[in-house]
């Protein structure tokens, strides 16, 4: 997947309990992004980096806050997870503003 | 709220014959892409069409473009089986550096 990974790519948490994703990158790029995909919403943006330290949100942020320490780890966690929240988490890269490249995805399921 | 809408929301062929999707937008963009998901997968950028461009072809691939009407589609020439996968437009507004994209369509093609 184009020298991006997500970790854990499934897991099942409890409502009230935090919960971490990442995404790791090897490919020095600038950007980095969250995503979630529902049926029916298709993807829609959670939050993105545009540098080390540097970050924005998305249109669903809510309840979602990221970090970037380094350029290659893109950090995502619920403070506190809620069943609203189960869904399938996609990471991506890009260099530019063009063509973002895709993480596998990370299925989470909040009980 | 969606930038992009795809039509039709599913799509279901022969092998050998031609598919079109198509994809509405609201505002002025700088380019519009087009990404296919396999089913657990994630996305994988296909093609890029800049607002000044009408029309980009890439192998079976024909995307055009038409600001006027804020509408893009795209053609898949001589279909596989292989093609089946849910297809997703992407618009990049002038206003900002992110992508919005559509709920996509499901494109089934049967051998």
């Known amino acids: 997947d184009a020298g991006i990974t997500q970790s854990p790519r499934h897991k099942v948490t409890e409502t009230g309990t935090p919960v971490t994703l990442r995404c790791h990158q090897t490919?020095?790029?600038?950007?980095m992004y969250w995503y979630r995909q529902d049926p029916g919403h298709g993807l829609r943006l959670i939050h993105y980096?545009?540098?080390?330290?540097?970050?924005d949100k998305g249109e669903v942020s809510d309840g979602y806050s990221v970090s970037r320490s380094k350029t290659e780890d893109f950090l995502l966690t619920l403070e506190s997870a809620t069943s609203s929240q189960t869904s399938v988490y996609f990471c991506?890269?890009?260099?530019?503003?063009?063509?973002?490249?895709f993480g596998p995805g990370t299925r989470l399921t909040v009980l | 709220s969606q930038q992009g809408e795809e039509d039709p929301q599913a799509l279901s062929i022969q092998e050998g014959e031609n598919a079109t999707m198509n994809c509405s937008y609201k505002?002025?963009?700088?380019?519009l892409q087009w990404y296919r998901q396999n089913s657990g997968r994630g996305l994988v950028h296909l093609i890029l069409?800049?607002?000044?461009?009408r029309e980009k072809h890439s192998g079976r691939l024909r995307v055009t473009l038409d600001t006027s009407k804020k509408s893009s589609s795209l053609l898949i020439t001589a279909s596989r089986a292989a093609d089946t996968a849910s297809y997703f437009c992407?618009?990049?507004?002038?206003?900002?550096?992110?992508?919005?994209f559509g709920e996509g369509t499901q494109l089934t093609v049967n051998p």
């Open positions: 069409i800049r607002s000044n461009e």
């Open positions: 992407a618009t990049e507004e002038t206003s900002g550096s992110r992508l919005t």
């Open positions: 980096s545009y540098g080390v330290k540097d970050t």
């Open positions: 490919e020095n790029h600038r950007y």
């Open positions: 505002t002025s963009i700088n380019n």
């Open positions: 991506a890269m890009s260099e530019s503003t063009d063509t973002q490249y």
